[in-house]
T-cell receptor, first 112, second 113 residues
Framework: EAQVTQNPRYLITVTGKKLTVTCSQNMNHEYMSWYRQDPGLGLRQIYY???????DKGDVPEGYKVSRKEKRNFPLILESPSPNQTSLYFC???????????FGSGTRLTVV | DAKTTQPPSMDCAEGRAANLPCNHSTISGNEYVYWYRQIHSQGPQYIIHGLKNNETNEMASLIITEDRKSSTLILPHATLRDTAVYYCIVSHAGGTSYGKLTFGQGTILTVHP
């Protein structure tokens, strides 16, 4: 089944403890992206990647890092999480041959 | 990317057609209109997209006005499972800004029994 898989689904962590949220897609898509969703602010793009080793900032990149060493994987790294990064995170993938984006099921992150 | 305007909420009776409007008066010639929906806190789901012709798939129909300044998503026979937030998005489908989706607040569609 074509899908975008995020892990973990839920995560509670403490301020300053580095964490990684993984994202993997099995559709050979070139384009991958991370979004965060907050009440009243909607979905906002954090980072995106046009292909392997090509990444760029979205609208809210501060406090996040990404890497794209393989086409299928696009992890989101929080080097020093803070409470304002408590949010619902979505990974998505697409490419010119696909119809729209495919989103993952989301990762609900709480930083205390 | 062009900005979109949608009503914050709409109601629809089960079995009836749901018509969700969207204004995108500043859309440029190479921008597509996309529709997604999000059920509860699940990942957004792609519904349909179009450039200037009307489009139909197994989920919905998309009607784009001739001047491309507005569009309507039609769910022909709404069910309770169609209750969701519907997002109308205008985006490039190619070039350096390929793939970026800017989500607005969307329309909360509630389908009633």
């Amino acid at each position: 089944e074509a899908q975008v898989t995020q892990n973990p689904r839920y995560l509670i962590t403490v301020t300053g403890k580095k964490l990684t949220v993984t994202c993997s897609q099995n559709m050979n898509h070139e384009y991958m992206s991370w979004y965060r969703q907050d009440p009243g602010l909607g979905l906002r793009q954090i980072y995106y990647s046009m292909n392997v080793e090509v990444t760029d900032k979205g609208d809210v990149p501060e406090g996040y890092k990404v890497s794209r060493k393989e086409k299928r994987n696009f992890p989101l790294i929080l080097e020093s999480p803070s409470p304002n990064q408590t949010s619902l995170y979505f990974c998505a993938s697409s490419d010119p041959g696909s119809y729209g984006y495919t989103f993952g099921s989301g990762t609900r992150l709480t930083v205390v | 990317d062009a900005k979109t305007t949608q009503p914050p909420s709409m109601d629809c009776a089960e079995g009836r057609a749901a018509n969700l409007p969207c204004n995108h008066s500043t859309i440029s010639g190479n921008e597509y209109v996309y529709w997604y929906r999000q059920i509860h806190s699940q990942g957004p789901q792609y519904i349909i997209h179009g450039l200037k012709n009307n489009e139909t798939n197994e989920m919905a129909s998309l009607i784009i006005t001739e001047d491309r300044k507005s569009s309507t998503l039609i769910l022909p026979h709404a069910t309770l499972r169609d209750t969701a937030v519907y997002y109308c998005i205008v985006s490039h489908a190619g070039g350096t800004s390929y793939g970026k989706l800017t989500f607005g607040q969307g329309t909360i569609l509630t389908v009633h029994p």
